[in-house]
């Protein structure tokens, strides 16, 4: 294992203030999201998407990394040009998605657990030949009364350490994504408690693991009040109470945090980023970054809706996120 190796592309994944475009959506979400907007749910149509999001002009000067999908990174853009290669061309450094879902945990109603172990040395292998220089594995968990279990915990802290494991020993970046979700009633308190919890078992595992956490990169939910929760705090309060739990939990080695976005709207996303950097970039150990899928995407395919006509105003959709994101990562977004 080339150690120094991943050390390099995890801190360019968070150099210069950019950050993550999380462009993995497995097919049954794609189409679910393609769907709504009466996009035909096709390959040929997630393809001609990506290409679209892929090939937005100057996508790189925001955008240090892409989360491709394994369908993706298999396919060529309408100019015969492979996936994986057109991502390189930007100046991008291509990663995939490598879970193979949260599925329904035994002997726990409601609560889910990240499959992939099985094969995935194998994986890993053909992954790194075709170019890709990082991954992505999601847990899921959900506050509800009396949940998330610990066994809920445990078991998807475990998978995430070994998979990070694994991705090391390949030569992968691997991309550690434990979500709350974002659904329910709970309080930004109960949200912060079950974070800390969370992120303690799984940085508790990587350790068991033996993952070195300078070659990782941490992606989790914001700290927030659930979408139900009568109370919503501001922008300024979920950075605080975010980064002070990430502050008791995230060893300082791990070089950066790029959040995933988990249905916040995109200008919220955007703002409650911006306001944790305004207030702690100076002082936190460790960058704090993005790796938003719905939070980039939702403007741009909104407006493309499948249409090749839209394809340009799109991309300046998807741009104009990218550098609001960016801006946020300086602490430096204003509406
Ligand atoms: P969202 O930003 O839409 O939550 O997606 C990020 C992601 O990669 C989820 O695994």
């Avoid at 075709?130 to 506050?143: C, D, E, N, P, T």
């Avoid at 709350?180 to 508790?204: R, Y």
Wanted: net charge neutral; hydrophobic share 45%.
């Amino acid at each position: 294992m080339n150690i120094q190796a991943l050390i390099n592309t995890a801190k360019m994944l968070v150099a210069d203030d950019k950050g993550l475009l999380a462009m993995d959506e497995s097919n049954p979400t794609c189409n679910k999201r393609f769907a709504r907007l009466g996009i035909p749910q096709t390959v040929d149509a997630r393809r001609a998407y990506r290409e679209l999001l892929i090939t937005t002009p100057n996508l790189g000067v925001c955008i240090s990394g892409a989360i491709l999908y394994d369908e993706t990174i298999r396919q060529t853009t309408s100019k015969g040009i492979p996936f994986v290669q057109a991502v390189i061309d930007a100046g991008i450094i291509p990663g995939v998605k490598v879970d193979a879902g949260a599925k329904d945990m035994a002997g726990h109603p409601s609560e889910k657990v990240t499959e992939g172990l099985d094969g995935l040395r194998e994986r890993l292998k053909e992954y790194a030949q075709m170019g890709l220089r990082f991954a992505k594995w999601r847990a899921v968990i959900v506050i509800e009364e009396g949940l998330p279990s610990r066994a809920c915990i445990e078991a998807n802290a475990h998978a995430l350490a070994r998979y990070a494991a694994l991705c090391q020993e390949a030569g992968l970046v691997p991309i550690v994504e434990p979500e709350i979700l974002m659904d329910g009633e709970h309080t930004l308190a109960q949200c912060l408690a079950v974070t800390e919890q969370v992120l303690h078992t799984v940085f508790d595992q990587l350790h068991t693991q033996g993952v070195a956490l300078e070659g990782m990169l941490l992606k989790p939910n914001m700290v927030l009040p659930g979408l139900s929760c009568s109370r919503q705090q501001n922008a300024e309060e979920v950075a605080e109470a975010t980064v002070r739990c990430f502050l008791r939990a995230v060893p300082a080695a791990v070089p950066g945090i790029v959040f995933l976005s988990g249905g916040q709207s995109a200008e919220l996303a955007t703002a409650r980023l911006n306001a944790m950097n305004m207030r702690f970039k100076s002082c936190a150990p460790w960058a704090l970054s993005f790796s938003y899928g719905r939070a980039l995407q939702q403007p741009a395919m909104a407006i493309w809706s499948g249409q090749i006509a839209n394809v340009k105003a799109a991309q300046q959709a998807l741009l104009h996120r990218a550098q609001c994101n960016r801006a946020a990562c300086r602490g430096e977004y204003s509406e």
